[in-house]
T-cell receptor, first 118, second 113 residues
Framework: GAGVSQSPSNKVTEKGKDVELRCDPI?????LYWYRQSLGQGLEFLIY????????KSGLPSDRFSAERTGGSVSTLTIQRTQQEDSAVYLC????????????????FGSGTQLSVL | GNSVTQMEGPVTLSEEAFLTINCTYT??????LFWYVQYPGEGLQLLLK?????DKGSNKGFEATYRKETTSFHLEKGSVQVSDSAVYFC????????????FGSGTQLTVLP
């Protein structure tokens, strides 16, 4: 597609339920990032995929959070046993390559998934 | 670790007013600095950047100067428009970090006609 696509755009769930958030990066982009945007806070890095390398999971806040990227393209972020503090906007971004893309203006963000845990 | 602090919003201005959104940072190494903008219903997009001290980034009438001595990267625009209403994020990436951008908390700007 023309841009990074995320689905659903909004998700309301009950505390304790599992949720899956999907990200379709721009075709051909090898790097994929997940960020979390909580109310009143900055964007928080969650996880980074680059090609076939092992993902950088250093930002995942707990073992309830996991992510995978199948076939080097679509990524799914899974939150198990959701808590109210998980409520946030989850943003996905992709780029052609890794860190250098930030400086070369080749990082593209999706419009996010608004997650509300009741 | 790296951190970015930007002025809290929301900020409400009249059209043609002067805008300043303050941003200061703490980082290891020699960071590159960015301002991202998020218009309603859209994804984040890069507004401007500066990769070394004293560089000035500019785009769409917005400017920000990389001040190493004050560790700041304040965003300015001389005359805002209604279409500038958005959330603005200051961010950095440094040579000492992993691959992720470090963002500030965002500042909501509303420009009234």
């Amino acid at each position: 597609g023309a841009g990074v696509s995320q689905s659903p755009s909004n998700k309301v769930t009950e505390k304790g339920k599992d949720v899956e958030l999907r990200c379709d990066p721009i075709s051909g982009h090898t790097a994929l990032y997940w960020y979390r945007q909580s109310l009143g806070q900055g964007l928080e890095f969650l996880i980074y995929f680059q090609g076939n390398s092992a993902p950088d999971k250093s930002g995942l806040p707990s073992d309830r959070f996991s992510a995978e990227r199948t076939g080097g393209s679509v990524s799914t972020l899974t939150i198990q046993r959701t808590q109210q503090e998980d409520s946030a906007v989850y943003l996905c971004a992709s780029s052609l390559e890794g860190r250098a893309s930030f400086i070369n203006e080749k990082l593209f963000f999706g419009s996010g998934t608004q997650l509300s845990v009741l | 670790g790296n951190s970015v602090t930007q002025m809290e919003g929301p900020v409400t201005l009249s059209e043609e007013a002067f805008l300043t959104i303050n941003c200061t940072y703490t980082a290891t190494g020699y960071p590159s600095l960015f301002w991202y903008v998020q218009y309603p219903g859209e994804g984040l997009q890069l507004l401007l950047k500066a990769t070394k001290a004293d560089d000035k980034g500019s785009n769409k009438g917005f400017e920000a100067t990389y001040r190493k001595e004050t560790t700041s990267f304040h965003l300015e625009k001389g005359s805002v428009q209604v279409s500038d209403s958005a959330v603005y994020f200051c961010a950095l990436i440094s040579s000492g970090s992993a691959r992720q951008l470090t963002f500030g908390s965002g500042t909501q700007l509303t420009v009234l006609p």
